[in-house]
């Protein structure tokens, strides 16, 4: 399938996905589902998770969803809502749905659930899409 065809050449060559520990669970056109456990690494100074490594989760999530459809899209704008805190050891999962495929633009809801199935952010994320492919 096309769409897992390109989220996977996104993976092997984005190593800030890759540092964060990113496995892809499932592919779809303007969908993707992916999952990341947080490491004592990615903690700041009050014991939870810095709110950049949950926003760069949601952001590779929402980068699969946006450009598995073999279109380069980059961000054009996004915003995060942190819920929960986020602590070392928990096992994050990100599915993006698509709410928009537009020819120029495109919308995507991103929601962070914990292994307690607790949501702990919401990310929007809108995308611009070019007139290049990726593979």
């Not at 995507?108 to 199935?117: A, L, R, T, V």
């Amino acid at each position: 399938m096309l769409a897992e065809e390109v989220v996977d050449h996104l993976v092997k060559n984005d190593l800030f996905s890759q540092w964060l520990g990113v496995q892809v669970l499932a592919v779809n056109p303007g969908y993707s589902k992916i999952t990341m456990t947080v490491r004592p690494e990615m903690i700041n100074g009050f014991g939870i998770v810095h709110g950049g490594v949950t926003f760069s989760f949601a952001d590779s999530c929402f980068a699969f969803a946006c450009n598995n459809r073999n279109v380069l899209s980059v961000a054009l704008d996004t915003s995060i809502n942190f819920l929960k805190p986020v602590h070392v050891g928990d096992v994050l999962t990100a599915e993006a749905l698509e709410l928009h495929n537009g020819k120029s633009t495109g919308l995507y809801q991103i929601k962070i659930f914990n292994q307690h199935d607790h949501l702990v952010a919401l990310f929007k994320g809108t995308c611009h899409r070019s007139a290049k492919t990726l593979i």
